[in-house]
């Protein structure tokens, strides 16, 4: 079942602007990952956060994780339109599975 | 490294019909392999869990009889949809995990059925 839901569904800026994805799940986590998915293709892992983080980064990425709200952020620094993706949150349950979220279609206009 | 391959990358098939579809793992050892299925614009959604040398684990509302899945070696994982029907189109996407490793998943390119 999904537990994660994110917002929005779907995001249009400019390149060169920031983006701001944001997902909140249901119950307790070990991890929250974003995965990144370009039209009919696969996922890339893009960061994993553990439930004892607060705040990540890894380059123009910055994750954030607030466990108390149950909630996770996906902030994209200077866009290009090259980050023209969706772009999953999954949290980690026991046994190492994953739960997806909705997913945020993102979309960089030149 | 952490590369995983499926293949076929796409396959059209007559309704009735089975299919195979294999996911690899290419440079590593997986004792753990996923499966899910993704409908257009939509999620991923876990249909089951493959563990090496035991049988699959499977999600709620997963038939196992329609959804075959074998894990016969550390570095491949099939999944077999058996007497495909055309709600059966969708996109399926495997993943692995490094055996020993943590909790990052690497995931397949994906396949695409469609059922005529």
């Known amino acids: 079942s999904q537990q994660g839901e994110e917002d929005p569904q779907a995001l249009s800026i400019q390149e060169g602007e920031n983006a701001t994805m944001n997902c909140s799940y249901k119950t307790s986590i070990n991890n929250l990952q974003w995965y990144r998915q370009n039209s009919g293709r696969g996922l890339v892992h893009l960061i994993l956060?553990?439930?004892?983080?607060r705040e990540k980064h890894s380059g123009r990425l910055r994750v954030t994780l607030d466990t108390s709200k149950k909630s996770s952020s996906l902030l994209i620094t200077a866009s290009r339109a090259a980050d023209t993706a969706s772009y999953f949150c999954a949290t980690g349950q026991g046994a190492q599975k994953l739960v997806f979220g909705q997913g945020t279609r993102l979309t960089i206009n030149p | 490294g952490a590369v995983v391959s499926q293949h076929p990358s796409r396959v059209i098939c007559k309704s009735g019909t089975s299919v195979k579809i294999e996911c690899r793992s290419l440079?590593?050892?997986?004792?753990?392999m996923f499966w899910y299925r993704q409908f257009p614009k939509q999620s991923l959604m876990l249909m089951a869990t493959s563990n090496e040398g035991s049988k699959a684990t499977y999600e709620q509302g997963v038939e196992k009889d329609k959804f075959l899945i074998n894990h016969a070696s550390l570095t491949l994982s099939t999944l077999t949809v058996t007497s495909a029907h055309p709600e059966d189109s969708s996109f399926y996407i495997c993943s692995a995990i490094v055996a020993g490793g943590r909790d990052e998943q690497f995931f397949g390119p994906g396949t695409r059925l469609t059922v005529l």
């Open positions: 956060i553990r439930s004892n983080e």
């Open positions: 440079d590593f050892q997986a004792t753990t």
